[in-house]
């Protein structure tokens, strides 16, 4: 490996590392609204599993701050799941309900199971998961 | 005249011998006996597993109110 290599290999992770330092500080510092303003871009959209997703390619920015969020959602979910007796996947998928019953803008992006990205139809209601009853 | 196994082992032999061909009888025919056949290839196909079917209905409305103050508590992350 040259030296020429060696020193993009080193710039990129140098990129990844602070694009994570950042993302970190966006959503530990209670960016007040960092989840909804991901979604306000329309790159980022919610999912029924309870995590945001990708809509299309991002940059590793955008991509760092939604594994940033959902990594506190896990944590979340994860307590919540101990505490009551449910498993993670089940929390998860239960909060997902209320967030596509309120938490999804007028035409923001959201992804039911079956995978597809739909955008909300201006104040539409936002179709139910099939699991949430 | 030297002994043979037929008639080393004490004085019966033919049951030391019988138990010895019962045993590899039994040996060779195990894996029929238990039905078992094991498959080494691998499937041709990835195992998919769809995760939503194990997801209760009961977990989500129990959890209804837990999970409205967890978002209520968290604006920025949900």
Known sequence: MNRHVKLMIAAGIGLAVVAGGTAYAFVAQGGDAAAAQLRATGLVGEQADGYLGLVGSASAEVRAQVDAINIQRRAYYTDLASRRGATIEEVAAATACQIFAGRVGPNQFYRLPDGVWRRRNGSEPVPRPGHCG | ?78
């Open chain 2, 1 to 78: 005249m030297t002994a043979t196994s037929l008639t080393r082992k004490g004085g019966d032999a033919s049951r030391w011998t019988m138990d010895r061909i019962g045993t590899a009888l039994l040996a060779a025919a195990a894996p029929v006996l238990l039905g078992g056949c094991v498959q080494v290839t691998a499937p041709d196909r990835p195992i998919v597993i769809d995760l939503n079917i194990n997801i209760r209905q009961e977990v989500v409305v129990r959890l209804q109110e837990d999970v409205r103050e967890l978002i209520e508590r968290n604006p920025g992350v949900f």
